[in-house]
Every structure is written in structure tokens, then in C-alpha cells.
């Protein structure tokens, strides 16, 4: 994941130039570029609005295969001041660091259509219906993180966020599509594409086959 530690600081350079934080009534909405997660980009744009109550991500993207199934994640540090540098959290390092808070939570499924795509979806504070360590934990194995690491949402103001997408490959029928659809690992086979977190890590890794799932594009919001 040292790629996306890269890709982390670089987005966090554009958004701090290009996209300040805006205050609305009750919170704050921030713009981010979106990249593949393999720094290919950047490929869209993403919008995060944070209120007391939670997180609402958009996801405005391009290069998705017609025909797959996606999903949104928002991936949360909630307490970025413990990460190994205070404010600013490496996801190869700090993920399941004491006191971090990380979590990843579901915020909506789409079947890809055409050349844009865009996904919205919410994660409300103390929420664990929605948790993809909570989906993780569940199916159990040797590869089954602790359930401590099921975390619910409650710094939305001060978490540090990204906005992910994940793909499931060529879209299924039935209970198949549907699971592909709402949660992590529906429709997929073990282990995932691209590094050991699953993200890809360049074209190969991108789902093409029924069963092939990985996370392929990401966006980064600081507090």
C-alpha cells in the first residue's frame, strides 16, 4: 500500500490548493480529486459533507466497465491524532493501530451504465450495521480481523475519510447481484485482487472475471 500512502500525500496537496473546506449551516463540505488507486488520475471527483450526525460521500467518477458492480465505502480514521503521525494517518501503518478508530463502512451499490458514474451514500454516527470489518469479522477464517476493529462513526467533524470504490466484478443475477451490490465481498473469491489489503496495485489487478473483486479508485478528505 506504499502507493496509496504516495497518492495520499499528493491529493492532499491538490485539495489543500484547489478545494479549501467550505462551513454550511451545520458542518462542512470538502472536494477532492478521485484517482485509481495506483495513481493513475486524476479520473473523477468527490464530495464529502460532514454534520454531527455523519458522513455523506459523492462519488463522481469515469473508466468503470460497463456491465460491473460497485460499491461505495467510506473509510474512516476517527481519531487521526492517534496515527504514527498525529493529523495525518498512512493506511499501510496505522490501519488497527490502538486508539485510530479505522473502519470502513458500506454507502451504496450501483450496476456500472456508461462512461460516468457517480454513487452517493451516508454512514451516520455510531452506525455498525454497516461496517466492512463487522462483514469481515462475520465470515470468520484465518484471515478474520479481531472484533475489536468493528468501529462506529463518531468524530465526523475530525476523522480523516476516504472515499473508495470497490469493484465485484461482471454484475450476477439474483442473490449473487444482490450481495454484490450491499455488501464487501459479495460475489467475490478469496483472495482479492492487488495487494494484501486489496487494492489494486495497477491494471491487472482492475476486476475482469466473475469472482474478481478488489478496490480500484479512492479519494482522500482531511479534516
Not at 470468520?140 to 476516504?162: K, S
Amino acid at each position: 500500500m506504499k502507493k496509496i500512502l504516495t497518492l495520499l500525500v499528493s491529493i492532499s496537496l491538490i485539495s489543500l490548493m484547489a478545494a479549501p473546506t467550505v462551513a454550511v449551516s451545520d458542518g462542512h463540505i470538502s472536494k477532492s480529486p478521485a484517482f485509481w488507486t495506483f495513481g493513475v488520475g486524476p479520473v473523477g471527483s468527490t464530495k464529502l459533507v460532514r454534520t454531527r450526525n455523519g458522513l455523506t460521500g459523492q462519488f463522481k467518477t469515469t473508466g468503470l466497465t460497463a456491465g460491473h458492480a460497485v460499491t461505495l465505502w467510506i473509510m474512516f480514521f476517527d481519531n487521526p491524532e492517534a496515527c504514527t503521525v498525529p493529523g495525518f494517518c498512512n493506511p499501510d501503518i496505522d490501519i488497527g493501530r490502538d486508539g485510530v478508530r479505522f473502519d470502513f463502512h458500506y454507502a451504496g451499490g450501483h450496476i456500472v451504465n456508461d462512461s460516468k458514474t457517480t454513487l452517493t451514500g451516508h454512514v451516520r454516527v455510531g452506525e455498525l450495521s454497516t461496517s466492512g470489518w463487522a462483514e469481515l469479522v462475520a465470515l470468520g477464517g484465518p484471515g478474520a480481523p479481531p472484533p475489536f476493529f468493528v468501529t462506529p462513526l463518531t468524530n465526523p467533524m475530525g476523522a480523516q475519510v476516504i472515499l473508495a470504490i470497490h469493484s465485484h466484478g461482471p454484475a450476477q443475477r439474483g442473490r449473487n447481484l444482490a450481495a454484490q451490490m450491499s455488501s464487501y465481498t459479495g460475489g467475490c473469491d478469496f483472495p482479492f485482487l492487488g495487494d494484501a489489503a486489496g487494492f489494486a496495485t495497477g491494471w491487472q489487478d482492475v476486476p475482469d472475471e466473475t469472482g474478481e473483486c478488489s478496490t480500484i479508485q479512492v479519494a482522500f478528505h482531511n479534516p
